[in-house]
């Protein structure tokens, strides 16, 4: 009788650990499941139709600990400043933006490729600095610059001087990542085609724009683009 009790025990045990290790391996697929859904090309939230908030990661876009940023706002899309221009894109979305470095030494202020940037106001494109921007200002000071950047949500109102936008974070979608990580060494920063090759510059930013476009509200990077990606010129060093 005690052989029998203790056998169903054994097999008790093993019933439930099957059963606790199956709950498991669901939870996971699940997980795997939500996360590719919320990655798919055109469901990224907060891009393209998506709806829902821009999703991003805790890494700091920018060095907080040194700089101030102040109000950013939108300037006229698609016309190159001519007053520090700066970044990759600006056929749909160009900012406004000063940086105060709060120390007594020159430093380098940089805001990281993959960082989004929320637009204030309903039905207006929100954006994403596509490759790492580094620019120096020196100690004490405050220099205003014009940010290039790549609309997020194909459709919606470009920018515009009475909107304002705030520097959310790193975007967290992988898909939009691995676009950043393709076009970190890629030389397509407005500053390396003045002055004399802004309509190159153009030619290059409006493609990627179309390319990020696939992403946020087509169905995903072609060959093509893949492509056109890899024959970018690299940043001279």
Same mark, same amino acid.
């Given at each position: 009788m005690a052989c029998f009790i203790g056998l169903n025990l054994i097999i008790m045990r093993k019933i439930?650990?099957?059963?606790?290790?199956?709950? *498991?391996? +669901?939870?996971?697929?699940?997980?795997?499941?939500?996360? !590719?859904?919320?990655?798919?090309?055109? !469901?990224i939230p907060g891009m393209g139709d998506a709806g829902g908030e821009l999703e991003v990661e805790d890494t700091l876009s920018f060095p907080m600990e040194s700089f101030f940023v102040g109000?950013?706002?939108?300037?006229? +899309?698609? *016309?190159?400043?001519?007053? !520090?221009?700066?970044?990759?894109?600006g056929e749909w979305v160009i900012l406004d933006f000063s940086i105060? !470095?709060?120390?007594?030494?020159?430093?380098n202020f940089y805001l990281l490729g993959g960082s989004v940037i929320e637009c204030q106001e309903e039905n207006y494109q929100h954006a994403i600095c596509i490759q790492r921007l580094d620019i120096? *200002?020196? +100690?004490?000071?405050?220099?205003?610059?014009?940010?290039? *950047? =790549?609309?997020?949500?194909?459709?919606?109102?470009?920018?515009?001087?009475?909107i304002t936008y705030l520097i959310k974070?790193?975007?967290?979608?992988?898909?939009m990542m691995r676009l950043v990580d393709a076009l970190e060494d890629k030389k397509i920063d407005i500053r390396e =085609?003045?002055?004399?090759?802004?309509n190159e510059f153009k030619?290059?930013?409006k493609t990627i724009q179309d390319i990020v476009w696939a992403i946020t509200n087509g169905s995903g990077l072609s060959d093509e683009d893949w492509t056109f990606i890899n024959s970018l010129p690299l940043i001279e060093k």
């Amino acid at each position: 009788m005690a052989c029998f009790i203790g056998l169903n025990l054994i097999i008790m045990r093993k019933i439930i650990l099957l059963f606790t290790f199956l709950f *498991v391996v +669901a939870s996971f697929l699940s997980c795997q499941k939500n996360k !590719n859904n919320n990655d798919d090309p055109g !469901n990224i939230p907060g891009m393209g139709d998506a709806g829902g908030e821009l999703e991003v990661e805790d890494t700091l876009s920018f060095p907080m600990e040194s700089f101030f940023v102040g109000d950013i706002t939108g300037c006229e +899309a698609n *016309v190159i400043p001519t007053d !520090n221009p700066v970044g990759s894109g600006g056929e749909w979305v160009i900012l406004d933006f000063s940086i105060e !470095n709060k120390t007594d030494k020159d430093a380098n202020f940089y805001l990281l490729g993959g960082s989004v940037i929320e637009c204030q106001e309903e039905n207006y494109q929100h954006a994403i600095c596509i490759q790492r921007l580094d620019i120096l *200002v020196e +100690a004490e000071t405050t220099k205003n610059c014009k940010l290039l *950047v =790549y609309c997020i949500n194909k459709g919606r109102s470009g920018s515009s001087p009475d909107i304002t936008y705030l520097i959310k974070g790193v975007s967290s979608s992988d898909r939009m990542m691995r676009l950043v990580d393709a076009l970190e060494d890629k030389k397509i920063d407005i500053r390396e =085609y003045l002055p004399d090759n802004k309509n190159e510059f153009k030619e290059i930013s409006k493609t990627i724009q179309d390319i990020v476009w696939a992403i946020t509200n087509g169905s995903g990077l072609s060959d093509e683009d893949w492509t056109f990606i890899n024959s970018l010129p690299l940043i001279e060093k």
